[in-house]
């Protein structure tokens, strides 16, 4: 495995779930024109890269002929596996580029992304990417990495049946406006006609805190993401009460549900390296497949397991356990008509006034080659 780069700034206790917001964007615009971006190239082994704590190393004397792509990812993020996976097994070789690693700060990562000290992010989504074209930010989501793995874990012995059931009581939440709150706010509103925001009493701490805020009964519920939601039905002892993924994909998305994380790169980035960027996706996709075709038990090994940062390998198998289970971890599908339920899933947040003020009239997510063709 060769080195992740982590930066000194990351807290795990904040937001590791689409952390930009319309208020941050704002901030970031005018920190991205201060400081400008990059080439919009990848660059060559041995050369400085963009994110200068991700250097490549080679491996193999020719590598030094293959460019270097960044990838920003947050730490212990399982959106990181399947670049760890191309490290491993060589696939970004085989796909002519040497994948790294650099992990950043979730407050600043779309900070580090605009910038251009990465090339591809693996933790945006089609709804940041929806906010930053309302701030004039070229992006795009171009394959799909975390499937929707959120959802609400209620005590195991409680009398909740439905989210219904909460409504009046305590649930702990780690952002009014995170991600992670403001899909299953969505959600719910669309399927039981609940308003989060008034019909629960919210108590806020950062995502770490919230399995312990469960087990520690100050609150009835929790919404959060994977695997903190399997250390909570671990430790509390906790059940699931409502899973996005299945939720929705069983309901509106007609077998779609939104994705968590998307790889995102700069318009220009891709349209100045075309065959980089199909090298990008393709190893990714080949990575992924990897992971799916173990039926995610390569996660148990390492340097996977580690990376995760879970406290035991109790947490480890119960996070397998769910992607087995529950609900598939790691999207694979990218058809046209996925593309049309993400447009279809941005216009729903920016109607119900969730983080997007303005639907972008050119697509947010796009087939490669399509994009390359126009």
């Known amino acids: 495995m060769r080195t992740v780069a982590r930066n000194p700034r990351t807290n795990p206790t904040r937001n590791r779930r689409s952390p930009s917001l319309p208020v941050l964007i704002t901030v970031l615009v005018m920190l991205a024109a201060a400081c400008g971006s990059g080439d919009g190239t990848g660059t060559t082994a041995g050369e400085p890269s963009n994110a200068t704590s991700a250097t490549a190393q080679p491996d193999d004397p020719g590598d030094e002929d293959l460019p270097t792509v960044v990838f920003q990812a ?87 049946q439905s989210p219904e059931d909460l409504v009046g009581e305590q649930v702990g939440h780690f952002g009014v406006d995170s991600g992670t709150t403001t899909g299953i706010a969505l959600m719910l509103n669309e399927l039981y006609g609940i308003d989060v925001y008034s019909d629960y009493q919210l108590s806020e701490v950062g995502p770490e805190a919230l399995p312990e805020l469960l087990a520690g009964g ?58 980089l960027a199909l090298g990008v996706r393709d190893a990714w996709a080949d990575a992924q497949q990897q992971i799916v075709d173990s039926n995610y038990e390569l996660m148990s090994e390492e340097p996977y397991a580690s990376f995760l940062e879970l406290r035991n390998d109790e947490e480890v198998q119960g996070y397998i356990e769910y992607c087995q289970n529950i609900a598939p971890c790691f999207a694979s ?16 947040m920016q109607a119900a006034g969730l983080l997007v003020e303005e639907v972008p009239e050119e697509p947010t997510a796009v087939i490669l080659e399509d994009f390359l063709d126009q």
């Open 218 to 275: 100050e609150v009835e519920a929790i919404f959060n993401f994977q695997p903190l939601l399997v250390r909570a039905t671990q430790i509390t002892p906790g059940r699931y009460l409502f899973d996005s993924y299945t939720a929705w994909s069983e309901g509106p998305g007609d077998g779609w549900a939104p994705w968590l994380t998307n790889l995102t790169a700069k318009k220009e980035w891709i349209r100045d390296n075309p065959e």
């Open 333 to 348: 599908s990218w058809t046209e008509d996925d593309l049309a339920k993400a447009e279809d899933w941005v216009v729903r």
């Open 74 to 160: 947050f730490p212990a993020d399982p959106a990181a596996i399947p670049l760890l996976v191309m490290q491993e097994q060589g696939l970004d070789r085989e796909h002519g580029f040497i994948g790294e690693l650099l992990t950043v700060d979730p407050d600043a990562a779309m900070t580090t992304f605009l910038i251009g000290e990465s090339d591809v992010a693996t933790e945006q989504d089609v709804v940041t990417t929806a906010i930053a074209r309302q701030e004039g930010h070229e992006t795009v989501a171009f394959y799909p990495v975390l499937n929707m793995a959120t959802g609400i874990v209620v005590p195991e012995d409680s009398p909740y």
